[in-house]
């Protein structure tokens, strides 16, 4: 596998079902985040993950539960969550280097959920 | 907070014809990232520009970091089908180094 890989690539859910989202990447970056895209929305930041360390959670609700166990996984825990979630969930990772900038964040080809 | 202005939202050109989409921010940027995204698919990147000034080709895509540091552009010349999609510009904000800030998208539609 190369890049970021995102699994599974389309998930049907449940207003009470409980669900993870699974992202890899196979770079070698230290920085994961979670974008949420709805559509004719603009990307939406939900979480960024530095150094496995949570650096922003954007006003996310509590239904969205990320983890990131270490530098090359994240995941996206989901539960009760509703019809207005549904959107294409995208992965994405970068290099940072302290103090330095993150610039070129590589994408996941993103998780398609649909809620019921 | 830090915003980016993409113009215009949405394109119909026909095949072959060059496209010129552009970004603009009441703030300065040190990097500017363009991203392609096509259907069902991630974005992915196609030019980064670190330097005022700069004017880097990716093919048949040039962008632009204006001079003033607010804002950029993207050219594509001679436009084939495979070219549609949103392109999305992108640059980190001043004040952190692990996030970037995306422009709302040009949307690239083809006629026949």
């Known amino acids: 596998e190369t890049g970021v890989t995102q699994t599974p690539r389309h998930l049907v859910m449940g207003m009470t079902n409980k669900k993870s989202l699974k992202c890899e990447q196979h770079l070698g970056h230290n920085a994961m985040y979670w974008y949420k895209q709805s559509a004719k929305k603009p990307l939406e930041l939900m979480f960024v993950y530095n150094f496995k360390e949570q650096t922003e959670n954007n006003s996310v609700p509590s239904r969205f539960s990320p983890e990131c166990p270490n530098s090359s996984h994240l995941f996206l825990h989901l539960h009760t969550l509703q019809p207005e979630d549904s959107a294409l969930y995208l992965c994405a990772s970068s290099q940072v280097s302290p103090g330095g900038a993150s610039n070129e964040q590589f994408f996941g080809p993103g998780t398609r959920l649909t809620v019921l | 907070g830090q915003q980016l202005n993409q113009s215009p939202q949405s394109m119909f050109i026909q095949e072959g014809e060059d496209v010129s989409m552009n970004c603009t921010s009441s703030?300065?940027?040190?990097?500017w990232l363009w991203y392609k995204q096509d259907p069902g698919e991630g974005p992915v990147l196609l030019i980064a520009l670190y330097k005022a000034g700069e004017l880097t080709s990716n093919g048949r895509l040039t962008a632009q970091f204006g001079i003033t540091r607010k804002d950029s552009f993207l050219n594509i010349s001679a436009s084939i089908p495979s070219d549609v999609g949103i392109y999305f510009c992108a640059g980190p904000p001043l004040n952190r180094d692990d996030k970037i800030i995306f422009g709302k998208g040009t949307r690239l539609h083809i006629l026949p």
């Open positions: 703030s300065i940027f040190n990097t």
